[in-house]
C-alpha cells in the first residue's frame, strides 16, 4: 500500500503537476501530525517498558547502555559530519560579495 501511494504520488505530480500543487497543504498537515505524535509515543513506550521491569538493577543497566549507544553514535555522527565537510567543502566556490545582499530579505 505504501509503494502504491508513493507510486500514485508521483505520477500525480509528474502528469498533474497543478493538483500536486492543491494537495501539498493536505500533505503538510499529514507529516506535521506525524511529528506531533512521535516524541508521546516514544516517551510512553520507554515509561512502560522502565514501570514494566521489577528489578531496579535491570533499569540502572539499560539506562547505562542506552547512554553509551547514545554517546558513542553521536560522536560517530559528528566525526563523520566533520570528514564529509572538510572533504567535500560545501560553499568553496561560492564568492558571494556581502554588499550585495539584500538586508530586508533577512528581517
Excluded: C, H
Amino acid at each position: 500500500q505504501v509503494l502504491a501511494g508513493i507510486a500514485l504520488g508521483a505520477a500525480i505530480g509528474y502528469f498533474y503537476p497543478e493538483t500536486g500543487e492543491s494537495l501539498k497543504p493536505l500533505g503538510d498537515a499529514f507529516i506535521k501530525v506525524v511529528k506531533m505524535i512521535i516524541a508521546p509515543v516514544v516517551f510512553l513506550t520507554i515509561a512502560t517498558g522502565i514501570a514494566g521491569m521489577n528489578d531496579l538493577q535491570k533499569v540502572g543497566r539499560v539506562a547505562g547502555k542506552a547512554m553509551v549507544y547514545f554517546l558513542t553514535f553521536s560522536t560517530l555522527a559528528l566525526v563523520v559530519g566533520l570528514i564529509v565537510a572538510n572533504v567535500v567543502q560545501p560553499g568553496a566556490g561560492l564568492n558571494i560579495d556581502p554588499a550585495s545582499l539584500d538586508l530586508q530579505a533577512v528581517k
